[in-house]
Every structure is written in C-alpha cells, then in structure tokens.
C-alpha cells in the first residue's frame, strides 16, 4: 500500500505564521521522526492549529521552512489531515471513502479492497451503506479516520480528533490510532485533553503564546517539564497569553 521509501523526518526551521500583523507562530523548529505519535499540546490559542495547518500545506508559512525528509519528491499524497469536525459528501460511508482513492487514480478493484479494509480498521463495516451525514458524531470521526487511512498516507494529521466526542467515542478513537500506528502510520496530532496525551505521545510539542516552549519524549515531558509554562499548564493552572 504504502511507497518503499519514507517522507520521514518532517522538519522545520524558524517556522512562523503571521496574518496581517497579527503574529501567530514563531521560529518553530522541530524535528517529526517516525514512530509513536508526537502530540502537540498548549493553552486555546497557542497556535495548535496553525501549526498542524503550515505542516500539512493548507497554510502558508511567512517565514523559516518546513521540510520533508530526503526522498520525498511530491508529498501531497503521503501525508492527509483529519480536521475536528469532518466534512462528509452527502453519500454512503463507503462512497466518502472511495471518492479520494478515485481522485488519486487508483484502479477500481482496489479502491474497493482498500475501502472496505479501512472501514474494518474503525470498525465501521457494518455501517458501509448507512448515509454518512446520517452517522453519529463519533462515527463520523471514525469514518473521516478511515477515509485518511484508506490514501495510504505515511503521516496523518489529526486536529482535536476527540474534541466533542464523549468518553466511549474518545476510546474508539484512540484504537484506531493505535492501530494506525501498529501499521507504520506516524501520527501527529493536537489534543486538549492531557490524558490522552500522555495515553499516545512519543513525543510532546508544548505551544504557548506561538512559540514552542518545550519538546520532548513523552516519558521526560510528564516525568516533569523543564519549561515553567509547561509545567504550569500540566498543573492545570491559567497561563497568560
Ligand atoms: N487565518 C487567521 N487569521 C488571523 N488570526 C488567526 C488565523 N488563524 C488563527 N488565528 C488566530 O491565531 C491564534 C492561534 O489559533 P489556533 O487555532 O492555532 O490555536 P489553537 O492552539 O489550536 O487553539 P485551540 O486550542 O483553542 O483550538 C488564535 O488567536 C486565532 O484566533
């Protein structure tokens, strides 16, 4: 499914994003390895999000630069986003996740094979033929989950893939990932909720006010931040902008 070589190491140098004259990230510099999930973390309006936009593409970047590791060529289809709230074609689950295997000019046959594999990985098999708009909010999460995975990406982007699901919903979710990361998948991803971060991260980015405070293995980053911010932040403490 997946190309022999790698996109992996994502890196950045001096990254940063302004709109207007409003400075939303700088100097970002971070290098994204293959392996366990690096979750990027911080207080609302940290710049997660931009962030996580910048290294998928859908951002510019006003200065610094992001590059993808040596033997990359054109990246834009190894590597897919999953935003907080999906948007579903007003089709079937399968028909959501077929669609983008025919815009990327994979043969019928294995559109469908890999269709109904990814809809096996979230557990949506059953529910193939149901109207996606028709799915509950979790399953739309996993089916846009599926739909990423489907593409064969090497490195999924989610942003906040749980932010409005309820425990039960958030659990599957966290399934999937792992199962996505047993496959070789590198996850990057946003997350309010400090236990799962601690529950997937390899590695921690902890954003504050656009910058990155810290970075570090997941282990040392919970065992105890070495950045102020971070260890406030961890503490549950308000942060000023
Ligand atoms: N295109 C834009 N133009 C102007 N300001 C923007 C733009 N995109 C984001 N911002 C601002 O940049 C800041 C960072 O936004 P971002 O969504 O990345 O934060 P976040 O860390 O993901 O926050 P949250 O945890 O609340 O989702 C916010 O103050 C937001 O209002």
């Not at 931009?50 to 510019?60: C, K, N, P, S």
């Not at 669609?99 to 529910?127: F, H, N």
């Not at 656009?210 to 040392?220: D, I, K």
């Amino acid at each position: 499914m997946r190309a022999p070589t790698t996109i992996l190491p994502l890196e950045t140098q001096g990254l940063g994003f302004a709109a207007g004259a409003t400075r939303i990230l700088s100097d970002v510099t971070l290098s994204i390895a293959a392996g366990a999930p690096t979750v990027i973390i911080g207080p609302n309006g940290a710049g997660k999000s931009v962030l996580l936009r910048l290294l998928h593409g859908l951002l510019t970047p006003t200065e610094g630069r992001i590059r993808w590791g040596e033997l990359s060529g054109d990246v834009s289809r190894r590597q897919a986003m999953v935003f907080q709230r999906p948007v579903l074609l007003r089709r079937s689950a399968i028909a959501n996740v077929l669609y983008p295997l025919r815009l990327a000019g994979i043969p019928a046959k294995q559109r469908t094979d890999r269709a109904e594999q990814a809809l096996a990985l979230v557990g949506l098999s059953m529910l193939a033929d149901r109207p996606a708009r028709r799915l509950s909010g979790g399953e739309q999460q996993r089916l846009a989950l599926a739909r990423a995975a489907a593409t064969g990406a090497e490195v999924l982007f989610l942003d906040e893939p749980c932010a409005s699901l309820d425990p039960g919903a958030t659990r599957a979710v966290e399934q999937i990932v792992a199962r996505l990361v047993a496959q070789g998948t590198k996850i990057v991803m946003t997350t309010h909720d400090l236990g799962q971060a601690r529950r997937l991260a390899g590695h921690v980015v902890f954003l504050h006010a656009g910058r990155v405070a810290e970075q570090a293995a997941a282990e040392t980053f919970f065992a105890g931040p070495a950045a102020p911010e971070a260890a406030a932040f961890l503490r549950g403490d308000l942060l000023p902008h």
